[in-house]
């Protein structure tokens, strides 16, 4: 059975040393300074549980936290505190192009790809024949993708992370991607997969997408869960956050730092 759950889940992510080679005029614009050795909290104290058949949407300001909670589903975030423990397999649609070969020929990448899905043969024939079909490259797929336009390496990439199923679905904004042609067909896809999907956690700024693919809704404020529930009142909830003028935007990190020893 398909399960995620996050008990009081937090994530720090470490401040580099970059002083040297900054302007002041940088410095005094991103606000109070952070000494290296400090720790930046991303994910504040996060308890999530959701099972097969939940479908979730994450919302929120940029920065805050969205992108960290899905890499720490995936398991690419450690959190620094907490536990994390999931049952099923995987697909990450954060940025589909990362796991390409520019030097390779799109049949070539295909089946690479296959393999480290670890399917067989026949399973690897059938992803590619999908692929092919999705993405309509037709004699392109024989040359090697660095002389493909960023649409087309796109279209390749959508349809190979796209074509094998799996028990969780993790979307970041993808569906924003390419033309008006490709969004649609990479929304159907993902309506598809969404249906066949066991749970589904979906990062979007957009009500209509949340509306489509999700069926309850998380928001989030300064690395933590603010409101969870329908997706119309956690919608307002996100709403009323740009209402509020004591409100500080989430991007702003500097205020969630933990004050650590070098």
């Not at 690419?76 to 990362?98: E, K, M």
Request: hydrophobic share 45%.
């Amino acid at each position: 059975m398909a399960e995620v759950l996050l008990q009081d889940v937090s994530v720090e992510y470490p401040v580099p040393d970059v002083r040297s080679g900054r302007s002041l005029r940088g410095a005094l614009a991103r606000g109070p300074r952070l000494r290296p050795g400090a720790r930046v909290r991303a994910l504040s104290h996060v308890s999530l549980y959701l099972k097969e058949g939940d479908r979730l949407g994450l919302i929120g300001r940029n920065g805050a936290g969205k992108t960290t909670l899905l890499k720490t589903i995936a398991g690419i975030v450690p959190p620094a505190r907490g536990r994390v423990q999931i049952s099923g397999d995987l697909l990450t649609l954060f940025n589909p192009q990362a796991a390409l070969d520019l030097t390779r020929t799109g049949w070539e990448n295909i089946e690479v790809v296959g393999l480290l899905m670890g399917l067989d043969k026949t399973a690897r024939r059938a992803l590619a024949e999908d692929v092919a079909d999705f993405s309509e490259l037709g004699a392109f797929l024989d040359v090697p993708i660095d002389s493909y336009s960023a649409g087309m390496v796109l279209r390749l990439a959508f349809g190979i992370a796209t074509g094998v199923p799996r028990d969780i679905l993790l979307i970041d904004e993808v569906i924003g991607a390419g033309d008006a042609g490709f969004q649609k067909k990479a929304q159907a896809r993902i309506e598809a997969l969404c249906d066949g999907g066991k749970i589904v956690v979906v990062a979007t700024h957009d009500y209509q997408v949340l509306s489509r693919l999700c069926d309850q809704a998380a928001f989030l404020q300064r690395g933590g869960i603010a409101a969870q529930g329908p997706i119309p009142e956690v919608w307002e909830h996100y709403l009323d956050s740009f209402l509020d003028d004591g409100a500080q935007d989430a991007d702003d990190r500097a205020e969630r730092a933990l004050e650590t020893q070098p």
